[in-house]
């Protein structure tokens, strides 16, 4: 599982956009949680994900649906610089962490423990999941090879170990 910084752009007027938004990811988060901040017209997520970071940012295009005017998304390692409050890096970057919940972060619950109440967000979720793998160009199995032969299977995506699965059965 990578780690991913999200940086949005765009008027925030209300928190309910924030928190649109931070539903929107939810389905692509394999971390414990999701962590964001924001300030000012700007929002910034912190999550763990097994879906490759162009694959991200096709969905992230796709889902704007003018929520926000731009946003930069980058992997997130040990040579990122970043410069805040001690205890907004403590926050931010923990994603283990699911106990502090002080306002500036969401936890969210496992799709099999939420209540029927959501269903429709799911709905919608998964309505823009499914836009995005139409869109997307499935690899063909020497393309698979190729990835594995130049940069390892471990560099594989878990929607490409799927398809190297589904090739095996064939």
């Given at each position: 599982?990578?780690?991913?910084?999200?940086?949005?752009?765009?008027?925030?007027?209300?928190?309910?956009?924030?928190?649109?938004?931070?539903?929107?990811?939810?389905?692509?988060?394999?971390?414990?949680?999701?962590?964001?901040q924001?300030?000012?017209?700007?929002?910034?997520?912190?999550?763990?994900?097994?879906?490759?970071?162009?694959?991200?940012?096709?969905?992230?295009?796709?889902?704007?649906?003018?929520?926000?005017?731009?946003?930069?998304?980058?992997?997130?390692?040990d040579?990122?610089?970043?410069?805040?409050?001690?205890?907004?890096k403590?926050?931010?970057?923990?994603?283990?962490?699911?106990?502090?919940?002080?306002?500036?972060?969401?936890?969210?619950v496992?799709?099999?423990?939420?209540?029927?109440?959501?269903?429709?967000?799911?709905?919608?979720?998964?309505?823009?999941?499914?836009?995005?793998?139409?869109?997307?160009?499935?690899?063909?199995?020497?393309?698979?090879?190729?990835?594995?032969?130049?940069e390892?299977?471990?560099?594989?995506?878990?929607?490409?170990?799927?398809?190297?699965?589904?090739?095996?059965?064939n």
């Amino acid at each position: 599982m990578k780690k991913y910084l999200l940086t949005i752009f765009g008027d925030f007027k209300t928190n309910l956009v924030c928190n649109e938004i931070a539903l929107a990811l939810t389905q692509l988060v394999d971390s414990p949680s999701l962590k964001f901040q924001y300030t000012k017209g700007v929002l910034i997520f912190h999550f763990g994900s097994e879906i490759d970071i162009k694959d991200l940012h096709e969905f992230l295009e796709l889902t704007s649906y003018e929520l926000y005017d731009s946003f930069i998304l980058s992997e997130y390692t040990d040579k990122v610089s970043v410069f805040m409050s001690e205890e907004n890096k403590k926050h931010l970057f923990n994603l283990e962490n699911t106990e502090d919940n002080d306002g500036i972060e969401m936890v969210f619950v496992p799709k099999d423990q939420q209540d029927q109440e959501e269903e429709y967000d799911d709905d919608f979720v998964a309505l823009l999941l499914n836009e995005v793998k139409k869109n997307l160009k499935t690899p063909t199995l020497d393309q698979l090879l190729d990835k594995i032969k130049s940069e390892g299977v471990e560099s594989l995506t878990q929607y490409e170990m799927g398809l190297l699965e589904s090739h095996s059965k064939n």
